[in-house]
T-cell receptor
Framework: AQKVTQAQTEISVVEKEDVTLDCVYE???????LFWYKQPPSGELVFLIR??????QNEISGRYSWNFQKSTSSFNFTITASQVVDSAVYFC?????????FGTGTSLTVIP | ETGVTQTPRHLVMGMTNKKSLKCEQH?????MYWYKQSAKKPLELMFV???????ENNSVPSRFSPECPNSSHLFLHLHTLQPEDSALYLC????????????FGSGTRLTVV
């Protein structure tokens, strides 16, 4: 069975702190893709990153970085020097075959 | 603007009403999806259309009726809903198989009274 677990339901940090959002996935497929989406209060899910199962290179994009480790089936997301605009719900997702599996989301609040 | 447009953004309807949600994309995607997002619950996939053909119906009650007249438009017709159907309804589109990811609309916040 495929599954995505985001154990952190809610996180609050003070502005400028670093924060890591955890994502653990389960799949028996060897080919799959992992995603992170951001859902601000406006509602739409905004695409942040996609990684395929054959590429374990970590990625950095500005204040965002992602750590993909197949050995632990994890795809964690770190925001460095958090800002109030980072407040949102963040979803980790797995796609394999034709199915998209979402985690339950982590609600991040950045306090000014 | 995400490339996927949903209307209306907010909808309040009585349990005996009939209404429709609309989704439109001009990204050249050939798959479209309806998701339901309820408070404190995971995103629930409702329907999948691939090249205008419905390929998935995840045990959705018949009071929700999808329609996909072409690859760019997707509707969700609602009738005799229940208060527990109140949720954010998200439309998404993708290339076939969706491996490049889904593009989501802003959603319709539905309240059933």
């Amino acid at each position: 069975a495929q599954k995505v677990t985001q154990a952190q339901t809610e996180i609050s940090v003070v502005e400028k702190e670093d924060v890591t959002l955890d994502c653990v996935y389960e799949t028996r497929d060897t080919t799959y893709y992992l995603f992170w989406y951001k859902q601000p209060p406006s509602g739409e899910l905004v695409f942040l990153i996609r990684r395929n199962s054959f590429d374990e290179q970590n990625e950095i994009s500005g204040r965002y970085s992602w750590n993909f480790q197949k050995s632990t089936s994890s795809f964690n997301f770190t925001i460095t020097a958090s800002q109030v605009v980072d407040s949102a719900v963040y979803f980790c997702a797995l796609i394999t075959g034709n199915q998209f599996y979402f985690g339950t989301g982590t609600s991040l609040t950045v306090i000014p | 603007e995400t490339g996927v447009t949903q209307t209306p953004r907010h909808l309040v309807m009585g349990m005996t009403n009939k209404k429709s949600l609309k989704c439109e994309q001009h990204l050249g995607h050939n798959a479209m999806y309806w998701y339901k997002q309820s408070a404190k619950k995971p995103l629930e996939l409702m329907f999948v259309y691939n090249f205008k053909e419905q390929t998935e119906n995840n045990s959705v009650p018949s009071r929700f009726s999808p329609e996909c007249p072409n690859s760019s438009h997707l509707f969700l017709h609602l009738h005799t809903l229940q208060p527990e159907d109140s949720a954010l309804y998200l439309c998404a589109s993708s290339q076939e198989r969706g491996w490049s990811g889904y593009t989501f609309g802003s959603g319709t916040r539905l309240t059933v009274v």
